[in-house]
Structure formats: C-alpha cells, structure tokens
C-alpha cells in the first residue's frame, strides 16, 4: 500500500493539471477564465520572443472555438488575451513603445490619436517576470486592462478596441507565431 501512494499522488496532479491547465514555455495557462459571468474556453496560445528571449506566454479565451482572425472582431463575442510575463523586467516605456509601434504596423498613425495615448498611459509600470496582463474585450464593446486580477483601466472605443486586436490579429500582428497558436493552428 504504502509503493501505490505515489503513484496515487501522481494520477491526482496529472488529472488536476490536465483539468484545469496546460503548460506550455514554462507557464501554467488555464484552461478557462470567466468574463462578465461566461466561461471562456482557452482557444490557443503562443510565445511572444524579440531577439531570441521569451517575452510573454499569450493566451486567447473565447466563448466558442475561432480559427479565423476575422471572427475575432465581432464585437458581441467575448474574448480576452492573456500574456503570461517571462521575460526578467519589461520597463513601463518599452511595453508603451511596443504598443506604439505595434499600432502602427497594422493602423498607420493609430499611435498619435487620444484614444492610443490614454491607453499607453495606463502602462505606467514595469511588468516582472510572473505577472499576467489580461486585454479583456467585453460583448459591450468595452475593453478592460487587468493586471494581476485588478483592474487597471477600462475603455469604451470601438477604434481602440480594433486596433488591439489588430496587435495580435492584424496583416502585420506582433508575432505570426503568437497569432498561429492563439488561433490554434500549431
């Protein structure tokens, strides 16, 4: 009896694990969040690199399963993307000048617009390694910025709203890779 209770031990956290989360680069993502009282289900996730460091884990949370990058912009589909930190430190003005720039990429001249800056002035602090950064889109259309489970910023701007998604969903997205596995295509 006393052999069979390890293994006991392992079968309970292969379940629990396998329930409710996966690992993947080093990161345990849920396999589902809760928005506004509805269970989103994990649709993909994918790593986030710039100049071979891992940056962050990104997580896409959906009602239902999408694999098109168009679907995502239905604005009465809940959705949240989730980025696990990695990476040691990002300083406050390198997560604002990504944001920038990843704006740009697919919007051009989105970053100089009142909508871009008053978003940009919520990163106002660096982000260490460990913290979760969720961009909660709303079936409202409201977006809502959620920084270890408290609630940094909310936006109501359909503008604003497209030009995230278009980040990670975009022509030009901040990581082809990162956008494959949030849509679950690796």
Known sequence: MRKSIPLLVALFLLTFTSAYGREFAGVSIPETCTID??????????????????????????????????????????????MHFIYHRVSASQMRDAFADDFDNNIPGFSKTADARA??????????????????FHADGTLTIVR????????HSAALNRAVLAIYFGADPVSESLKKGMLGEK
């Not at 710039?50 to 604005?75: E, H, M, Q, S, W």
Request: hydrophobic fraction near 45%; aromatic fraction near 16%; charge should be positive.
């Open 119 to 136: 978003f940009f002035r919520v990163f106002s602090f660096d982000v260490p390694a460990g913290d979760v950064i969720d961009l909660v």
């Open 37 to 82: 009282g509805q269970v989103l289900r994990l649709n993909g996730c994918g790593l986030r690199t710039k100049f071979f460091f891992k940056i962050y884990a990104g997580a896409l949370y959906t009602p239902d399963r999408v694999t098109r990058a168009t679907d995502l912009y239905k604005n009465d589909l809940p959705k949240v993307i989730r």
């Open 148 to 155: 270890n489970g408290s609630t940094v910023a909310t936006f």
